[in-house]
């Protein structure tokens, strides 16, 4: 299987390093990454990139729906699948996923019929810690382990004709969690859905106004308000979220925008 891997932490990140690895056992692996960290910019494209090659792969000075573009469009690769990944730090709720540049990279990848696959890493903690987390390659091995499972048997068992690309998030390994026992196990892993909860507001400061994401502090003290079979729940209780998307926008036919319709050429 011919592989393209992306990511928005940069092609220097230790998460893309754990998914290459873990992936050069089961398939052929071309990286094309951005040059430096791009997160969080969701599907921003730009005009024209630069694309220098390197030991690691090809890297773009852009953004990973640019890498996506470049990779399928421009650089002679014909992947059967896109993978973005390990970003750092989990990417859960609908609200992420536009947000997201590792899953923009794999919605950016179903455009183009290419299904793919988002791998995110979770771990427990306040905002600041968050921050000041450097996860090593071990760190990873969780997602890795999912990632690796789910490209070597998710397009031959048919995920792929009934969903686009799949966001998956995985737990730190136990050993990285305080007082936690021991254990060679993998995480359960679950189907979710994305959790709908969102907690976001934001206050005056002078000339500033600061925006609060309140999820984290929530995850952080194990209060979510999340139901069972979301994301978020599936992660907080240590197991892999595998969650089944479609990149188009929906839409959904109803009576009342139809009449609202018919009554605008009677507007003067």
């Known amino acids: 299987m011919e592989v393209l891997l992306t990511n928005d932490d940069g092609i220097d ?14 398939a052929d692996v071309t990286v094309v990454a951005p040059a430096a960290d791009q997160s969080a910019v969701g599907r921003k494209m730009s005009r024209e990139v630069t694309v220098e ?15 996506v573009v470049a990779g399928t469009q421009a650089l002679d690769l014909d992947p059967d699948l896109v993978v973005a990944g390990c970003n750092r730090g989990a990417n859960l709720g ?21 299904p793919a ?21 071990p760190a990873y ?13 998710a397009p031959e068992a048919g995920v792929f004709e009934h969903a686009d690309y799949l966001n998956v998030n995985a737990p730190l390994p136990a050993a990285y969690e305080p007082d936690a026992p021991e254990s060679e196990a993998s995480a359960p892993m679950r189907v979710t859905r994305p ?18 994401d ?19 729940r599936a992660v907080v209780e240590g197991e892999v979220s595998v969650t089944p ?15 609202l319709v018919a009554a605008y050429g009677d507007v003067e």
């Open 13 to 26: 990140a230790t998460g893309l390093q754990a998914i290459r690895e873990a992936l050069s056992a089961v």
């Open 53 to 67: 090659e390197r030991e690691a792969g090809f890297a773009v000075h852009g953004t990973p729906v640019d890498c």
């Open 94 to 114: 609908g609200y992420t996923l536009g947000r997201s540049g590792t899953v923009s990279a794999a919605v950016e990848a179903a455009f183009f019929d290419i």
């Open 117 to 137: 696959i988002a791998a995110s890493l979770y771990f427990p903690g306040s905002d600041e810690r968050y921050r000041e987390f450097d996860p090593d390659v």
């Open 141 to 153: 091995a969780e997602a890795a382990r999912a990632t690796r499972f789910l490209v070597d048997h």
């Open 195 to 212: 959790s709908h909860v969102y907690r976001i507001d934001a206050e005056r400061e002078g000339d500033s106004v600061v925006i609060h």
């Open 214 to 232: 309140h999820i984290w502090e929530l995850m952080a003290e194990g209060t979510i308000p999340d139901p069972d079979g979301t994301d978020r």
């Open 245 to 259: 998307l479609a990149a188009p926008h929906t839409t959904e036919h109803h009576e009342a925008l139809d009449g």
